[in-house]
C-alpha cells in the first residue's frame, strides 16, 4: 500500500476557494493565465501572508477540496475517477499546496512534503546530457529569489558559449556570417544545399530574425495540431558549417522531416539548441538521427540540457513541442524546452526558503517535473503528458 492510499489529507487552511463568478474584478487579473481547455470551477485565493499564488481549479479539484474540508483520506469517488492515476494527482495537489499530508502528527505541503509523497528518485540522467541538465539545476537553485521568468530564462540559456571578441567583430556583417556557415548563395555548399531545401522566408523578410528555416522541395512545410517532434543537432560553433552540408545532405530525402532551422546570428550559434530539425513522427526522427549519428561520427558534441539523448556525447537529442491546439490553454508557440524551464523555474522558486527534507531544491524540482508527465531520467515526455500537464489543478 502506497503513502497516499494510507495517507490523511485535508484541504490547506490557507486557500479559501471562490467560485470564479464570484472573483471580484480587481483580483482576476492575480489568477494569471488559465491552462486546460474547460473553463476553470474556481480559484484558491491564498489568505494574505501565506506565501502562496492565486490557483485556477477545476470543478473536480474543487469538490475534493471542499471534501477533505474535514480531514481524510482520498475520497473513494476520487479513486474510482483517477484510477492508475490517484498517486500522481494527489502528490501533484500536495506538491502545489491545494491539499496537506498528514505527517508525523502534523500537516505538509509543498517542499516539506517532497520526501513524503514524491515517489523513487532521479539524478536527471546518464551522459552529457544528464551532466549538462544537473549543472543547470543547480545553477538554478543558486538563482532562487530571481523573478520567475527571468530564472526561466536563465535556464533555458544555461549552455551558451561566449563568443571571442575578435569573432564577434568579424561575424557582425550578415554577409559574413552567411559565409561562415556556408549560406552564402556564392558558394558550393550552398547549391547542394538549394538543390534539395527550400527557404521559407518568414513575414516581414525575416528582418532581424536569428533564424534561417529551410523545408525540403518535396515535402513543403504544413502545419500540424499535433506535437512537432524536434532533433536538436548540438555541435561547437567551430563545426557548425560542415554539421550543416552533413545534416541537408543526409535528411533530403528523409521520410517526415519537416524542416530545419539554424541560427542566424552570432548568439545564436553560440547557443547550445544552434541546429534543429522537424519531424512528424517520433519514428522518423529515430531513423534520420540514425543516419546522422554515422555521418557525423567524430563530430565534437556541445549538448542541449532538458532533452532526451540520442547520442552519449550529447551531439543529438529530442523533444516535442506542445501540439498547436495548446494555443488555446496560453501555450502556443511555446518550446519543448521553454516548456521545461519555465516549470523547473516554478517548482524551485515554490521552494523558497523552505526546508525540502533531504532533497535540494533542485531535486525537489526535478521530481516535481516528473509529476507533470516527464521520464527525468531520459527527458522523454509521457504519452499523455500534454493532456495532463495542460488540465487545470
Not at 347 to 352: F, M, N, S, V
Request: hydrophobic residues 40%; aromatic residues 8%.
Amino acid at each position: 500500500m502506497s503513502v497516499i492510499e494510507r495517507a490523511s489529507f485535508r484541504a490547506n487552511p490557507r486557500y479559501t476557494l471562490v467560485l470564479l463568478d464570484r472573483l471580484p474584478s480587481a483580483e482576476r487579473h492575480l489568477v494569471g493565465e488559465v491552462a486546460g481547455e474547460a473553463e476553470p470551477y474556481g480559484v484558491l485565493r491564498p489568505q494574505p501572508g501565506s506565501g502562496l499564488e492565486y490557483r485556477a481549479v477545476s470543478a473536480d479539484t474543487a469538490m475534493m477540496f471542499l471534501t477533505l474540508a474535514e480531514p481524510g483520506p482520498v475520497p473513494t469517488y476520487v479513486v474510482a475517477q483517477l484510477g492508475g492515476e490517484t498517486e500522481q494527482v494527489i502528490s501533484r495537489l500536495v506538491l502545489d499546496a491545494v491539499l496537506e499530508i498528514e505527517h508525523h502528527g502534523g500537516y505538509l505541503s509543498g517542499a516539506k512534503a517532497g520526501d513524503v509523497v514524491m515517489p523513487g528518485s532521479s539524478a536527471a540522467g546518464p551522459g552529457r546530457i544528464g551532466d549538462l541538465s544537473r549543472a543547470a539545476l543547480r545553477y538554478g537553485q543558486d538563482l532562487v529569489g530571481l523573478p520567475e521568468q527571468v530564472l526561466a530564462r536563465r535556464l533555458y540559456g544555461y549552455g551558451h558559449r561566449p563568443v571571442p571578441a575578435g569573432l564577434w567583430r568579424r561575424l557582425s556583417d550578415e554577409a559574413a556570417l552567411a559565409a561562415y556557415l556556408g549560406l552564402d548563395p556564392c558558394e558550393s555548399d550552398y547549391e547542394q544545399l538549394a538543390a534539395g531545401w527550400h527557404e521559407i522566408v518568414p513575414l516581414g523578410g525575416g528582418e532581424g530574425s536569428n533564424w534561417r528555416t529551410w523545408c525540403p522541395r518535396l515535402a513543403p512545410l504544413q502545419e500540424t495540431d499535433g506535437p512537432s517532434y524536434k532533433l536538436y543537432v548540438s555541435p561547437p560553433m567551430a563545426e557548425l558549417k560542415a554539421v550543416i552540408a552533413t545534416v541537408a545532405s543526409s535528411l533530403t530525402a528523409a521520410r517526415g522531416v519537416r524542416a530545419f532551422k539554424v541560427g542566424f546570428s552570432v548568439a545564436a550559434i553560440c547557443r547550445p539548441d544552434k541546429m534543429v530539425v522537424y519531424f512528424d513522427r517520433l519514428y522518423d526522427l529515430q531513423a534520420g538521427a540514425s543516419m546522422l549519428i554515422e555521418r557525423l561520427d567524430g563530430c565534437p558534441a556541445q549538448g542541449v540540457p532538458f532533452t532526451a539523448e540520442i547520442a552519449r556525447d550529447g551531439l543529438l537529442s529530442w523533444g516535442a513541442d506542445p501540439p498547436t491546439r495548446a494555443a488555446a490553454n496560453g501555450t502556443g508557440g511555446m518550446s519543448w524546452r521553454m516548456w521545461v524551464t519555465r516549470r523547473l523555474a516554478e517548482y524551485l522558486t515554490a521552494t523558497g526558503n523552505a526546508d525540502c527534507g533531504e532533497l535540494e531544491p533542485w531535486e525537489f524540482a526535478l521530481q516535481r517535473l516528473r509529476l507533470s508527465g516527464i521520464d527525468t531520467d531520459t527527458w522523454v515526455p509521457a504519452s499523455r503528458m500534454w493532456a495532463q500537464s495542460l488540465s487545470t489543478s
